[in-house]
């Protein structure tokens, strides 16, 4: 899960979010939640995920394991 939580942290600058307080409050994301995930400390259902992946624009494969399609 660590591995998720880097990458979700790599996108969210990417993106242009200084920090994940910045990206909860643009998203409409609950910042204790996302900050676990962003963190490793909680884990995250698919469907979360793939809101976080929607949200960054990024493959959602690519968030969970590091791989993209194609």
């Known amino acids: 899960m660590k ?15 200084a ?3 910045e990206a909860a409050d ?3 994301w609950v910042y ?4 676990g995930h ?3 400390n909680r ?3 698919t469907d979360v995920l793939a809101k976080y ?3 960054f624009k990024v493959d ?8 993209s399609l194609g």
């Open 3 to 17: 591995d998720v939580a880097m990458r979700l942290r790599q996108v969210r600058e990417a993106a242009g979010y």
């Open 43 to 45: 884990g995250m259902k």
């Open 26 to 28: 643009r998203f409409g």
């Open 60 to 67: 959602p494969g690519w968030l969970l394991e590091g791989r």
């Open 32 to 35: 204790a939640t996302y900050a």
């Open 19 to 21: 920090s994940a307080q």
């Open 53 to 55: 992946a929607r949200a």
């Open 38 to 40: 962003e963190n490793g």
